[in-house]
């Protein structure tokens, strides 16, 4: 089955650790995506990548970095800089220019 | 940068009653609005999506949606709800990534 996998679902870290959230598609699509949820507050693009080794910041980059080596593979790193870590993060990926994105099963990240 | 504004935090009906959750977003040229559905801890599914052509757009579960240019609008009804709908619904607009309403939360009691 075609989708898009998140791992782990619930994760914990001490404050002060970096920590990276793995994302995973086999759905051939070139673009990725990646989002913080909070409560309230829908949901905010942290990084995109519309091709393998090219990455954009979103609206609220700063704390976290992306790599993009592999077409299927958009890992996210939750650096120590990131002010309050603890969100849902959403991994999503698109096909074509104005297609819907696919989401995955998302990671809760707590920092304790 | 296009923007999505969802009317009401939280909407409660009761089973079998309609329901409309509102959607407005910021004019653009060209547009393209979706509405997407999450149940509690898990990501987001595709509700229904407006791309082109007909402005009233349906889902299989019995949701629809029209699309109003003049309105900037993109609300998301349904003549009869269940139980089952119970869950946070955004509305969202293409853009370099998706702009997203803050959500609605529904919730249909018995």
């Known amino acids: 089955d075609g989708g898009i996998t998140q791992s782990p679902k619930y994760l914990f870290r001490k404050e002060g650790q970096n920590v990276t959230l793995s994302c995973e598609q086999n759905?051939?699509?070139?673009?990725m995506y990646w989002y913080r949820q909070d409560p309230g507050q829908g949901l905010r693009l942290i990084y995109y990548?519309?091709?393998?080794?090219?990455?954009q910041k979103g609206d609220i980059a700063e704390g976290y970095s992306v790599s993009r080596e592999k077409k299927e593979s958009f890992p996210l790193t939750v650096t120590s800089a990131q002010k309050n870590p603890t969100a849902f993060y959403l991994c999503?990926?698109?096909?074509?220019?104005?297609?819907?994105?696919?989401f995955g099963p998302g990671t809760r990240l707590t920092v304790l | 940068a296009q923007s999505v504004t969802q009317l009401d935090s939280q909407v409660p009906v009761f089973e079998e009653a309609p329901v409309e959750l509102r959607c407005n977003y910021s004019?653009?040229?060209?547009?393209?609005l979706f509405w997407y559905v999450q149940y509690p801890n898990q990501g987001l599914q595709l509700l229904l999506k407006?791309?082109?052509?007909?402005?009233l757009v349906e889902s299989i579960n019995g949701f629809e949606a029209e699309f109003n240019k003049s309105q900037t609008s993109f609300h998301l009804r349904k003549p009869s709800v269940h139980i089952s709908d119970t869950a946070e619904y955004f509305c969202?607009?293409?853009?370099?990534?998706?702009?997203f309403g803050a959500g609605t939360r529904l919730t249909v009691k018995p």
């Open positions: 969202a607009v293409s853009d370099r990534g998706m702009r």
């Open positions: 990548s519309q091709i393998v080794n090219d990455f």
């Open positions: 999503a990926s698109k096909r074509g220019t104005n297609n819907e994105q696919f």
């Open positions: 407006y791309l082109s052509g007909s402005t």
């Open positions: 004019s653009s040229v060209s547009v393209y």
């Open positions: 759905l051939n699509h070139d673009a």
